[in-house]
C-alpha cells in the first residue's frame, strides 16, 4: 500500500525490497531527522503496517485464549503488545492492541497482515467476534521526541488510548529511542490532514530510515526482520513486555513456561557495532561468525546519527560479550549495554575499543 504521504516535498520512498516500502525512507536529512527525534519531536509515516479489527462481546477473552498477553484484564482506553506463538513455542506475530468503544484494534507488520488475519477467523469457531482487515479504514503515524507527550496531550497511562475527533485514536507506547512516543491511528481518509495537522503544531517529518535506527539503538525487534522461524519470545526480549507469565492455556505456553523457569533461550537478541570503514553493510538474513563459524543472524541494520553503522542480531549465548565477530562482509562487536551479566559487560567494552580502534 503506498502511502500518499509520498508526495510530501522532499519525501524519497523506501526501495522496493525494503519492510517499509510504501512509506518515506527520508526527508533529505535522514541524520538530521533522528536528532530532533531526541531533541524534539517528529511525526513518521508508518501507514504501511496493517490495521485488523476485532469486535464483539467476547472479543477480550477470545484473544486472551489466542495470544502470550493477558488481555482479558485490558480495559476500554487502554493498549497492550502480545505475540502469536506456534506449537513449539517460536513466534509468528507480534500484535500491538488497543481497546476502544467496543473494538480490539490490532496493528502489524505490513507482511503478516493477511496471514494473520486469516489465523484469527479460522480460530473464531462460536465466539461473538468478527475479525476484519482494516487497512483500508485507519493509518498508523508515529510521533516521538521529548515533546511528544505535550504535543499530542497524551493520557497519563503509558498504554493509555484516547479516542480522537473524526475517528480513530492515540495510542501511548514505549519509545525507539527511549523519549516519549505514541502511535496516533487516524481514518485514512483523513491521512493527509493529520500529517498537516502534526507538523504544523511542530512535529518534524521523519522516514524510516531515522524511526528503524532510533529503535535499534534501543534494541526494539521487529517480528520477520530481527527474528526468524526459531524465535521465541526470550530471545527477543518480549517476556513481560508482549508475554504475561501468569497466565496460560494459549498455543505455545508451554515452550515460555519451561524456557523461562528452568534455563536460558539459546540465542539472545544483540545491539552490533559494525566497521564503517567496510565497503559494504550486511543484510537482513546475513550470518554472524566468529573465527569462520556461524553463531548468528543480522536483523535491521541501520546508520545511526551518533553511533555509525549498528544492527540488531541474534547470536548464540555462548557467544562470549568480547568475541570478535564478522557479520555479512562486516567486522562486528557486540555493545556491552545489550548484553545484561556484568562480567560480559566489561568485556564487551573492551572488544567494542578494539573495533573502534580499526
Known sequence: MTSPLLSTPGATPAAEDSPDVGVAWHYGDPFGEQRAATTRAVVVDRSNRGVIAVPGGERRSWLHSLTSQHVLGLADGQGTEALILDV???????????????????????TSTQSL??????????????????????????????????????????????????????????????????????????????????????????????????????????????????????????????????????????????????????????LLHLDGSADARPQTGDDVTAAGRVVGRVGTVAEHHELGPIALALVKRTVPADTELVAGPSAAAIDPDSVTEDTEVQAGRAALSRLRGR
Not at 500491538?96 to 467496543?102: N, R, S
Not at 503515524?141 to 473524526?166: F, I, W
Not at 525507539?176 to 511542530?202: F, I, K, N
Open 88 to 110: 513449539n513455542g517460536r513466534v509468528e506475530h507480534h500484535l500491538v492492541l488497543a481497546d476502544l468503544d467496543g473494538t480490539t484494534w490490532i496493528d502489524t507488520e505490513p
Open 117 to 270: 488475519l486469516a489465523y484469527l477467523q479460522k480460530m473464531v469457531f462460536w465466539a461473538d467476534v468478527a475479525p476484519r482487515d482494516a487497512s483500508d479504514e485507519l493509518a498508523v503515524l508515529t510521533v516521538l521526541g521529548p515533546t511528544a507527550d505535550q504535543l499530542l496531550e497524551l493520557p497519563a497511562e503509558v498504554h493509555g488510548v484516547r479516542a480522537l475527533p473524526g475517528g480513530g485514536f492515540v495510542r501511548r507506547m514505549p519509545a525507539p529511542a527511549g523519549s516519549h512516543a505514541a502511535d496516533v491511528v487516524v481514518p485514512r481518509a483523513a491521512l493527509a490532514t493529520w500529517w498537516q495537522r502534526l507538523t504544523e503544531a511542530g512535529a518534524r517529518p521523519a522516514g524510516s530510515w531515522a524511526h528503524e535506527a532510533l529503535r535499534v539503538e534501543q534494541g526494539r525487534p521487529r517480528a520477520g526482520v530481527d527474528t526468524d522461524e526459531r524465535t521465541i519470545p526470550h530471545e527477543a526480549g518480549w517476556i513481560h513486555r508482549a508475554v504475561h507469565l501468569d497466565k496460560g492455556c494459549y498455543r505455545g505456553q508451554e515452550t515460555v513456561a519451561r524456557v523461562h523457569n528452568l534455563g536460558k533461550p539459546p540465542r539472545r537478541l544483540v
